[in-house]
C-alpha cells in the first residue's frame, strides 16, 4: 500500500468515526429524551431511537475494526476476534435495514389513504404489533448472520505493507445467495414500496395545491419530505448493490472497486445520521445549535 492511500484511508477512518459517532449519539440523547416523555413503544420515535443505537454500535464496530487493522492488532490475536466483529456488523447492517423498512412503513400508514384490504389490515395492525416486528427483526438479522462463524473463511496477512486489509475473508457460495436474499434483500424492495407510495401521495397532494393556487409553507415542507425520501432510497439500493458486489467479486487491494466498497461501508452510519437530521427541522435546529456551543 502506497504511504498516500495510507494516509487518506487513516484520515477517513478518523472523519467518519467522529463524524458517525457525534450524529448517531445526538441522535439517541435527543430521541431517548422524547421517548422518557413519551413512554410509548408504538411511535416513530422509539424506531428513530433504535436507529440511532444500531448505527452508533455499527460505527464503534467500523472504527474499531479499521483501528486494530491499522495498528496490526489483529496479527497478535486469535483470528477469532476479526470474525466476530465481521459477524457483528453483518447483523448490525440487516437490523439498520430493517428498522429503516419499519420506519418507511410508519410514514407511508399514516400518509397513504387507501381502501385495499390488504393496506387496510396493515395499518390496522402495525402500530400495535410495532415493538414486536423491531424485535423479531434483530433476532432475524443475528439468526440470518450466525452461520457466518462456520461459512466464512479466513486469513490473517503477516504484509506490512498492507495493514489496513490484513484480514482476507472469503465466504462460501452456498451461503451467500440465502443469506443476502434473507437477510438483505427482504427489507430493501418493502423500503422502497413504502416510500414509493408514500412519494406518490405527496407528489399528488402537491399537483392539487397548485391546481388550486394554493401557496403555504407547507407545500415547501412536503418538497423537503419527497427530496429526503428519494435520498434515502438512492442510499439503501446504492448500499445494497455494492455490499452485494463485494461479497459476489473478489476485490484486488486497493483497486477502484475496493476504494467504492470501503467508503462506502464506512460512510453508511453518517449517512443514515444526516438523513434522520436533516428529515426533522427541529432536530437539525438543535444539532446547529449544539455545535455552535
Not at 87 to 108: D, E, K, M, P, R
Request: glycine residues 4%; aromatic residues 14%.
Amino acid at each position: 500500500m502506497t504511504s498516500l492511500m495510507r494516509i487518506i484511508k487513516f484520515i477517513l477512518i478518523i472523519v467518519t468515526g467522529m463524524s458517525g459517532n457525534y450524529l448517531n449519539s445526538f441522535i439517541v440523547v435527543v430521541y431517548f429524551g422524547i421517548w422518557r416523555r413519551m413512554s410509548d413503544w408504538c411511535n416513530h420515535n422509539v424506531i428513530l431511537l433504535v436507529i440511532g443505537l444500531v448505527n452508533l454500535s455499527y460505527q464503534w464496530c467500523l472504527t474499531l475494526d479499521n483501528v486494530f487493522k491499522y495498528l496490526q492488532i489483529y496479527e497478535k490475536f486469535d483470528q477469532k476476534l476479526c470474525l466476530f466483529l465481521f459477524v457483528l456488523q453483518f447483523t448490525l447492517v440487516g437490523a439498520s435495514l430493517w428498522n429503516t423498512t419499519w420506519l418507511s412503513i410508519y410514514y407511508c400508514t399514516r400518509l397513504v389513504s387507501s381502501t385495499q384490504r390488504l393496506f387496510v389490515m396493515i395499518k390496522e395492525k402495525f402500530f400495535s404489533l410495532l415493538p414486536q416486528l423491531m424485535a423479531g427483526s434483530t433476532l432475524w438479522s443475528v439468526i440470518i448472520t450466525l452461520p457466518l462463524f462456520w461459512a466464512k473463511n479466513m486469513e490473517i496477512s503477516q504484509n506490512e505493507t498492507n495493514d489496513l486489509d490484513i484480514c482476507s475473508y472469503k465466504v462460501d457460495p452456498y451461503y451467500i445467495i440465502p443469506g443476502l436474499v434473507l437477510g438483505f434483500l427482504l427489507p430493501v424492495p418493502m423500503t422502497c414500496v413504502s416510500i414509493g407510495l408514500s412519494v406518490r401521495t405527496l407528489v399528488r397532494h402537491i399537483w392539487r395545491m397548485r391546481r388550486s393556487h394554493l401557496m403555504s409553507p407547507q407545500l415547501q415542507g412536503h418538497f423537503q419530505a419527497i427530496r429526503i425520501m428519494m435520498i434515502r432510497v438512492f442510499c439503501e439500493i446504492f448500499f445494497f448493490v455494492i455490499i452485494v458486489i463485494g461479497n459476489f467479486t473478489s476485490l484486488s487491494s486497493n483497486s477502484t472497486m475496493e476504494i467504492i466498497y470501503w467508503i462506502t461501508v464506512l460512510f453508511y452510519p453518517t449517512s443514515q445520521a444526516l438523513i434522520l437530521v436533516l428529515g426533522n427541522s427541529k432536530i437539525k435546529k438543535k444539532l446547529c445549535n449544539s455545535l455552535m456551543l
